[in-house]
């Protein structure tokens, strides 16, 4: 079992920053590649970065490219995701989520935190 738990959420302006965090536990974190996904309400859950397990390969959403990144601290057993111009559109429940095959659809991930809340204002 893998435990993650998301912060760093809250309400911004458009065009400013948040980092969130995912702190996990349980299993051996370094053996995970990590992704972040986001809900907006009364949308479907979806890819918003990924990365590999040593932190050397990074997968990003056409939506947040060159705005967000993904990063990992193996040793703080950490993900992060630096969250820059943010726009009212990036408004959604935030979720990190663990998984071992190397894709990041839904399916393809085995552990899920609770998700933190980002709200970006106009």
């Known amino acids: 079992q893998v435990q993650l738990v998301e912060s760093g959420g809250g309400l911004v302006q458009a065009g400013g920053s948040l980092r969130l965090s995912c702190a996990a536990s349980?299993?051996?974190?370094?053996?995970?590649?990590m992704a972040w996904f986001r809900q907006a309400s009364g949308k479907e859950r979806e890819f918003v970065a990924a990365?590999?397990?040593?932190?050397?390969?990074?997968w990003y959403a056409a939506s947040v490219k060159r705005r967000f990144t993904i990063s990992r601290d193996n040793a703080r057993n950490t993900v992060y995701l630096q969250m820059n111009s943010l726009k009212p559109e990036d408004t959604a429940v935030y979720y990190c989520?663990?998984?071992?095959?190397?894709?990041?659809?839904?399916?393809?991930?085995?552990?899920w935190g609770k998700g933190t809340l980002v709200t970006v204002s106009s």
């Open positions: 349980g299993r051996t974190f370094s053996d995970y590649g």
């Open positions: 989520a663990a998984g071992r095959s190397g894709t990041w659809s839904i399916d393809d991930m085995d552990y």
């Open positions: 990365i590999n397990k040593s932190g050397g390969s990074l």
